[in-house]
């Protein structure tokens, strides 16, 4: 028989070891409003449990496709950490995740995350999970769960890291791209809100050529450098929910994240098809002009790392081109009809025209 008492009275505890149990509940607990927030139709329960729950049938669909997606927001995260601001990089995580699922053409449902960190300070895990209850209501999709790992000797400092994971849904007969993409569709651009989430290792390398600091003005906008360089990415879901509701012919729909025009438009389209981009035709954000001239990149350098102010771009059919235009102005975007589709005989994404940089 062992002797207890040959045993240290005074043993390791998790909290010395760096993980703080009482730290992880008193953020659940705080994120709670936030949570209930971004409630809807199928999702009514209440976070805490070991998963999250979804009912399909109460979401009113009836011959379903799950459409799953995860992402995260790569080195952008650094700006928040270095600059202390992260109320607003957990709508990017959410942006990234349900833009691809309406590319599909499908309805983001719910969404979960995943923040990992050396230490976890209440304060900074609230504001993360706040903006990402803050972008799944402008994605109209509820936060069912998450994950919150405390784990000292991976992370160091300040840092931490985010993934998040989104399920939508699409009734069979809905899903995009559509089989009757032709020759001749339109494309219609719509605007991006600056930079969104990808290019960011780039970016804070040019940052760092310029001189600047993240609390100096931006050389593009009123804004502080950091400010303006932590504009959230735009969620699109709910004016092209709207415009897939009302029947405006939209056939296909690219989002344009790392890889730019050049790798994204290919996704969407069929071997035989070929997108036609008037660069010209597209507004460009005085920030991609500031990243071309002190970064020294070429044109087409830029249309391969950077959206360039096209956050989406869609394939409509000619005659619904106008009605879509409007129907998205109408929502409170901006969107402009930027080219077609031709047949394929070289390259699938073409340009014509440039940029205004």
């Not at 008492?5 to 703080?20: M, W």
């Not at 992402?71 to 952008?76: A, E, F, I, P």
């Not at 998040?164 to 849904?169: H, M, R």
Request: glycine fraction near 12%.
């Amino acid at each position: 028989m062992s002797d207890a008492s040959h045993l240290p009275s005074n043993g390791l505890s998790y909290k010395q070891a760096g993980v703080d149990i009482d730290a992880g509940n008193a953020l659940v607990e705080a994120i709670k409003p936030a949570v209930r927030s971004t409630r809807r139709p199928g999702a009514d329960g209440e976070i805490g449990g070991f998963g999250g729950l979804f009912d399909l049938k109460a979401a009113g669909f009836k011959d379903p496709v799950l459409v799953a997606a995860n992402d995260g927001v790569g080195t952008k995260l650094k700006i928040a950490i270095d600059t202390g601001k992260h109320d607003t990089i957990g709508q990017d995580l959410v942006a990234m995740c349900v833009n691809d699922l309406i590319v599909q053409g499908a309805e983001p449902l719910f969404f979960l995350d995943y923040f990992a960190t050396g230490k976890l300070d209440v304060a900074q895990g609230t504001a993360i999970v706040t903006g990402i209850a803050d972008g799944c209501r402008l994605a109209g999709c509820a936060l069912i769960g998450g994950e919150t790992a405390e784990m000292p000797g991976m992370y160091h400092g300040n840092d931490y890291d985010l993934a998040g994971f989104a399920v939508g849904a699409a009734e069979r007969e809905n899903l995009l791209p559509r089989k009757d993409i032709a020759a001749g569709d339109t494309l219609v651009a719509i605007a991006s809100s600056g930079v969104h989430s990808n290019g960011y290792s780039l970016v804070r390398k040019i940052v760092e050529l310029s001189g600047l600091a993240w609390t100096n003005k931006a050389p593009f906008t009123e804004a502080s450098l950091a400010e303006a360089l932590l504009e959230p990415t735009r969620i699109y879901v709910k004016p092209l929910l709207a415009a897939l509701k009302a029947g405006l012919g939209i056939k296909a729909m690219a989002h344009i994240t790392g890889g730019g025009f050049i790798d994204n438009i290919p996704r969407v389209l069929p071997d035989d098809l070929a997108a036609d981009v008037d660069l010209s035709a597209i507004t460009v954000p005085p920030v991609f002009g500031w990243l071309s001239k002190v970064g020294g990149m070429s044109e087409r350098e830029m249309l391969r790392t950077f959206n360039c102010g096209v956050g989406m771009l869609v394939a409509v059919a000619p005659e619904d081109a106008e009605a879509l235009v409007a129907s998205l102005v109408q929502s409170g975007e901006q969107a402009a009809i930027v080219g077609r589709l031709t047949e394929r005989s070289g390259e699938p994404v073409t340009f014509r025209g440039a940029l205004a940089l």
